[in-house]
């Protein structure tokens, strides 16, 4: 089979983090794994770098800070183009472009797409947190093997919320995972993650991040301090149990991701066979 081609698209804007090194973790684990495979990283908000469409075979847009509304950068138009790029070529050809939107690139697509309302929460939403399938999503390849509910770890200042039913209808997309319901607070419970198409999948929390990463930052003194005086101290002591959990984090981390990768690669060589001529 030919070299499968990933591009990583860097949404940070320079901002250091650890998603993004989580992200190529997981590829390179593919890669060493996969066989022929080659990772390029673009680097979008600062650079206004965006790979070509027709040139890779697996898209991966990270999470990042700031807001998801227009701005009027010049990689904002440029990141939508590619997006419907995505979108038209697998429309119009038989083989296929597979895409993976993580949270910023989550609530971008789903302006984009006008999917929905998409708000600055009331305060920001750091931690680990229970995600609850939908019907949909009990029927979802990616989270074959997770709990009902799973766990996944949320940063985030911005919230997709407010679906629009009849405009995902219309596009063909489902909603398979859902914020966990707060009887108490009268607030929207936020759209966590959409099957677009058979091709692209997105989740509004980050299926990249590392427990064990997490861990060593919590405890460090500074960021420990910072969460309890942020969150308070149950919420700290409840997050580190949770990372330190293998059924929570570690579980999450260990298949949405790589599964998204090895069911492009499959897809590929079945499309590698159907699309070549004899």
């Not at 679906?163 to 995902?168: G, N, T």
């Not at 091709?199 to 299926?207: K, V």
Request: net charge negative; hydrophobic share 35%.
């Amino acid at each position: 089979m030919k070299e499968i081609r990933i591009a990583v698209l860097d949404m940070n804007n320079g901002k250091e983090n650890q998603g993004f090194p989580n992200i190529l973790e997981i590829c390179e684990n593919f890669r060493n794994n996969a066989g022929s495979v080659s990772i390029e990283t673009f680097d979008v908000r600062q650079k206004d770098e965006i790979p070509k469409v027709e040139d890779y075979d697996i898209f991966i847009s990270s999470g990042g800070p700031g807001t998801p509304e227009r701005e009027g950068h010049s990689w904002e138009q440029k990141w939508t183009d590619f997006l419907d790029g995505v979108w038209n070529f697998n429309k119009k050809n038989c083989d296929k472009k597979y895409l993976f939107l993580i949270c910023h690139s989550f609530q971008l697509a789903a302006i984009h797409w006008k999917l929905g309302t998409v708000n600055r929460r009331k305060s920001y939403s750091f931690g680990v947190m229970p995600i609850h399938k939908t019907e949909a999503g009990e029927k979802e390849f990616l989270f074959h093997k997770l709990n009902e509910p799973f766990y996944g770890v949320d940063s985030r200042q911005y919230q997709f919320i407010q679906p629009d039913h009849e405009r995902l209808e219309k596009l063909g997309m489902k909603i398979v995972a859902i914020e966990k319901e707060r009887p108490h607070i009268e607030l929207e419970r936020a759209v966590m993650a959409i099957r677009y198409s058979p091709e692209i999948f997105g989740t509004q929390f980050h299926p990249e991040a590392n427990p064990d990463g997490m861990l060593r930052n919590l405890e460090e003194e500074k960021n420990r301090d910072a969460m309890i005086r942020d969150y308070g101290e149950q919420k700290y002591i409840d997050t580190i149990k949770q990372l330190a959990d293998e059924d929570k984090i570690s579980l999450t981390r260990s298949q949405i991701l790589p599964a998204f990768l090895w069911m492009a690669a499959h897809q590929m060589r079945i499309y590698d066979l159907i699309c070549t001529d004899d």
